[in-house]
Each structure stands twice: as C-alpha cells, then as structure tokens.
C-alpha cells in the first residue's frame, strides 16, 4: 500500500507563512518525483510545484513562483512545501503525488489532501 499522508495544512492570516508536508506510508520518496496540487471548491485541480528525485529539478507554478519552495527532507521522509506570502486565493485542499519513475509525469500514488485556509 503505497500512500501519501499530507499534513500542515490550517488556517493562516493573509500575507502570512505555512508549511505543508508530504509523508510517505510503505515507500521511500528519494526515488520519487514529488508534486503538489490544489483544488480549491468548484474549481479544476491545478498543479502547484513538483520535485524530482535525479537532481532534485524543481518547477513551480506562475502563481507559486517567488512565494512557495518544495524540498526533501530524506531523514523523515517527506517533502515539505513551504508557502510564504500567502493570498485569500491560495485557500484550497493541497494534495501531493507521487511519480514512481523519480520524474513528474506519471503520478500512481496520491495522498488525502489537507485544507489550506487563508484569510483576509
């Protein structure tokens, strides 16, 4: 049972900072490439960043660029998102995946999301 448990996730005043972070149950995520999505109510799921197990490539969303950095922490098996700068319109479920292949194409492993709350 390859799964992701996200944590972190609350409530946040405008402006303000918030990690999120991306647990592994029954893997290592070295191997892994990493990616973080949101889905805020009524609207698509879009991607927000993604890191690669290789090189450790990072990309960012237009809207992430400057404010978010997603790293590994490899002692406690995660990858932490930390979101800085944070708008009322970065409310949404944050949600990580997991490519097996150590990139960010193919995600076969999905985590429950946790609820990013930002406030004006």
């Known amino acids: 049972q390859a799964k992701l448990v996200e944590s972190g996730g609350g409530l946040v005043q405008s402006g303000g900072s918030l990690t999120v972070s991306c647990a592994a149950s029954g893997f290592s995520l070295d191997s892994y490439g990493i990616a973080w999505f949101r889905q805020a109510p009524g609207k698509e799921r879009e991607a927000v960043s993604c890191?690669?197990?290789?090189?450790?490539?990072?990309t960012y969303a237009d809207f992430a660029k400057g404010r978010f950095t997603v790293s590994r922490n490899s002692a406690k098996n995660t990858v932490d998102l930390q979101m800085n700068s944070l708008k009322p319109e970065d409310t949404a479920v944050y949600s990580c995946a997991g490519d097996r292949w150590g990139r960010c194409r193919d995600f076969g492993s999905w985590g429950q999301g946790t609820q990013v709350t930002v406030s004006s």
């Open positions: 890191i690669e197990s290789n090189d450790g490539e990072t």
